[in-house]
């Protein structure tokens, strides 16, 4: 990725999306969610930091993964936690 505001993001060559346009953890305990964010190292799809559960934040920080990339229809951006950093791509 060109001009990207981290070495996370620099790395990610293809952006993943989300399989299905659902929070995977909160489907399994009939949580709501408010916004969906794609995790880019594994692929899994959960709700942002507005949702009462926030579990894409709890899955970067146990996962260790660091970018989550937006599942929002027509959002394109990616986010990077440790550097709280932001890219448009
Ligand atoms: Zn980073
Ligand atoms: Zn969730
Ligand atoms: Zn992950």
Redesign the pocket.
Known sequence: MDDAP????AAIETVKGPRKRVCEECVKIGAQWVHLRTCQNCGVTLCCDSSPNRHASGHARQSKH?VIASAQPGERWLY?Y??D?MADY
């Open positions: 981290c070495a996370h993001i660091p990077c440790p550097d950093t």
